[in-house]
């Protein structure tokens, strides 16, 4: 039995209204008017990452007053932030749990997504995005196991320092402590990359759940088609654990990175306009 409920028919997909793979279906004011749209999107993307983006492990050093102080911009990321759960006192081990199990879960649907409807779903942005978040939590994993190894080694560390320090100096609480605050490793690219597609994930899966739940669903239930679970699952579970991760994690989120958003929307885009420029698909 199918999994999905209803007409067997691919109803909901947008009506053909002529050849796409001939010239004179692009060649027209429309056409133009959406390109230079997109290109005028992309470049504001490109302007703000351009002016906006530091490269990472780059911290400026500014000397005033005779003290360096460090200029490290919004862009700025700190290792830990990666890994570090936002409530103090829980363990990095519970982020990686729910990361790994948020992974599993999102591989496991797209796998029955592949299987019941097969490779064509990647023709459409809803796959794309949701491919995304699962890639999100893969890298989130692994680099939660990493950060549990380091929160292992900082926690002798803190053990050991606070040892010597009541040795040589008697109770000094919470030294240690400043001091690992100011020896804070800044991210390294792989942080960077996690933390660019988790900001391109928080826009893609809300342009895609807004527009599945608020402009599709009501449409189908007019045309009295009727949604299945695995339907469900694949336009609930990605926010669901997105939220959960947003919350749990202390990643910043500098506003101007919605231009590599703009920038994945675009990609898919010209994808499809290349796609539909080649193959007549529906």
């Not at 027209?28 to 959406?34: E, I, M």
């Not at 339907?231 to 990643?251: K, R």
Request: glycine share 6%.
């Amino acid at each position: 039995m199918s999994l999905l409920a209803g007409s067997t028919e691919d109803t909901w997909h947008p009506v053909m209204s002529g050849d796409t793979t001939l010239a004179s279906y692009w060649l027209n004011w429309r056409f133009s008017l959406c390109a230079v749209l997109v290109l005028v999107s992309m470049n504001v993307a490109l302007v703000l990452i351009w002016r906006k983006e530091q490269p990472p492990n780059r911290i400026e050093t500014e000397q005033e007053g005779g003290e360096g102080r460090s200029n490290k911009g919004e862009a700025f990321v700190y290792d830990d932030q990666a890994w570090m759960p936002s409530l103090k006192g829980v363990h990095p081990a519970w982020l990686l749990a729910f990361r790994l199990c948020a992974f599993l879960v999102l591989l496991l649907l797209l796998i029955v997504s592949v299987l019941v409807d097969g490779n064509t779903i990647f023709y459409y942005y809803t796959q794309w995005t949701f491919t995304l978040v699962t890639l999100y939590f893969a890298m989130g994993s692994l680099i939660s196991v990493g950060g549990c190894y380091k929160y292992h080694i900082r926690a002798s560390g803190d053990r050991v320092g606070n040892a010597e320090l009541d040795a040589e100096h008697g109770s000094m609480k919470g030294s240690n402590s400043s001091y690992l605050e100011l020896h804070r490793q800044p991210a390294g690219k792989w942080v960077y990359a996690f933390q660019i597609i988790f900001q391109i994930n928080a826009g893609a899966v809300m342009l895609t759940d807004c527009v599945f739940w608020f402009v599709i669903v009501p449409f189908l239930a007019i045309k009295d088609y009727h949604l299945n679970a695995l339907i469900v699952s694949m336009h609930s579970m990605n926010a669901i654990f997105l939220l959960g991760d947003t919350a749990m994690n202390c990643l910043p989120f500098p506003f101007f990175r919605i231009a590599y958003f703009i920038m994945w929307t675009i990609i898919y885009v010209l994808f499809q306009w290349i796609l539909h420029a080649s193959v007549k698909i529906w």
